[in-house]
């Protein structure tokens, strides 16, 4: 039974582990959001995605400012038989997501710099919490079903929230040389910020005992007063009732994360012919140590001062833009991400592979005015059932962008694009000793992203 109700914090204990496996985000433009594949690209956005292309840029100043709304729905289904319900969701909001660029380009030198948040983002609001949570209770009424003294325990509730944010945002800056028409380089820097914030409760634990001997009539009462009173009884020791009143009494967790990292980043491009662009990205591994600063921790599981690692992984991106006719364009990006070689606090153990994007975008200009682009990306995780929990999942995905591109003059132009992400269904079964089984937990999620950018180009627009 100890080890059982040991489980109430449990929920707790994994809100410090919440953003542990951070990915990078790739969405980091309007342009890519609309056709999925800009590892390659020679636009004002290469500044993240290919810093060596911007010698391809027209001579002068380029700006570019963008934001995206995000809208995400995770879902846990625990086929546990005594939960009350075993269907949880947790929205996550993201209204702003902004995506700043600024280059200059002289003759065969290019200077930029760019603003995003290259992971976390968002907040993930669970406002009947998790199954993690909600297990250990949902055995309560089983365990002091006590035949013996004619009691009976028939069901529980209780109020349980959890919501956790994450925001890493990123400071970026390049120096990127032509050394030929053919071969560009550059080299680069990215200043992290990172705050991770997690705000729960699991308040009010409520039973319904029935055993007249002890004053019960089957009515919801609080779970501290009924341990209190079986250890005033004799039915449980006075110690044990003490520890078990403790565990059930109300907890809140209000804690923050903090910490920086540098990220190295070195950029190859080629033209080979006038047709196609070439380009070659590593990002090396950001170490980052996080530092909690708790205001509130009732479970004692997040003290303050405490450093946990959260790297961003190390990261080889490909890219390819081809042009095959005057105003058809065809992309093809792949991105190589080295999650084990990061340090999760060894979470990164439980990963049997390295993860990966493969995309590929179409882009066609309908007038001199008027593109539209169209892209399908492949993301594969290398997860097991060990790193798969119901607070921090990664699943594989389809994602689906559209979008287009409006100039509204020779300096200026818009972008639009909406994305779609549909991810694989991942289960595994949780045993649970107690009851001499094992159960499904099943993890699903949809993103869903609107976006909206603008460019703006002094002394010519970009070259193509």
Request: charged fraction near 15%.
């Amino acid at each position: 039974m100890k080890k059982v109700i040991l489980f109430l914090g449990l929920g707790l204990i994994l809100l410090g582990s919440a953003q542990a496996a951070i990915v990078t985000n790739t969405n980091q433009s309007t342009a890519f959001i609309r056709m999925l594949s800009r590892n390659a690209t020679t636009d004002i956005d290469a500044v993240y995605y290919n810093p060596a292309g911007l010698v391809k840029l027209a001579d002068g100043w380029h700006f570019y400012l963008a934001n995206e709304t995000i809208s995400q729905t995770k879902t846990v289904v625990n086929d546990f038989p005594l939960l009350n319900k075993g269907t949880y969701d947790g929205k996550v909001s993201v209204p702003i997501y902004p995506d700043v660029y600024v280059a200059w380009k002289k003759g065969k030198i290019a200077v930029s710099l760019g603003f995003g948040p290259n992971a976390g983002g968002g907040a993930a609001d669970y406002t009947t919490g998790l199954p993690s949570f909600e297990t250990p209770i949902s055995m309560l009424p089983a365990m002091f079903t006590i035949p013996a003294i004619g009691m009976t325990t028939n069901g529980y509730s209780a109020d349980i929230a959890f919501k956790g944010s994450s925001i890493f945002l990123g400071f970026q800056g390049n120096v990127s040389y032509a050394l030929s028409d053919m071969f560009s380089l550059a080299a680069g820097f990215r200043y992290i910020s990172a705050t991770n914030t997690y705000e729960g409760h699991l308040t009010s634990v409520m039973l319904d005992p029935n055993c007249p001997a002890l004053g019960f009539t089957g009515q919801m009462i609080s779970a501290v007063t009924f341990f209190n009173t079986l250890g005033a009884y004799g039915v449980l020791t006075p110690n044990m009732a003490a520890y078990l009143a403790a565990q059930v009494a109300d907890k809140t967790v209000d804690a923050k994360q903090t910490g920086t990292g540098f990220t190295p980043i070195l950029s190859l491009h080629a033209t080979p012919i006038p047709e196609l662009n070439v380009s070659l990205r590593y990002e090396f591994n950001t170490k980052l140590e996080l530092t909690n600063e708790t205001k509130v921790d009732g479970t004692g599981m997040f003290p303050n001062g405490v450093k946990t690692h959260s790297d961003i992984p190390g990261f080889l991106a490909l890219g390819a833009d081809y042009a095959l006719a005057p105003h058809f364009r065809a992309s093809l990006s792949f991105s190589y991400y080295f999650d084990k070689s990061a340090d999760w606090d060894g979470r990164e153990k439980y990963l049997d592979k390295n993860s990966y994007d493969a995309s590929l975008g179409l882009e066609y200009d309908v007038t001199d005015m008027i593109t539209v682009s169209a892209g399908y990306m492949k993301s594969s995780v290398g997860v097991t059932d060990n790193y798969q929990s119901d607070m921090s999942n990664d699943l594989n995905s389809d994602t689906f962008g559209f979008g287009g591109r409006i100039r509204l003059n020779p300096n200026l132009d818009i972008d639009l694009g909406v994305l779609f992400a549909s991810y694989q269904d991942y289960s595994k079964n949780i045993p649970y000793s107690a009851l001499g089984a094992a159960y499904r937990e099943l993890y699903q999620r949809t993103t869903f992203v609107f976006s909206i950018g603008a460019g703006y180009h002094f002394g010519g627009q970009v070259q193509e």
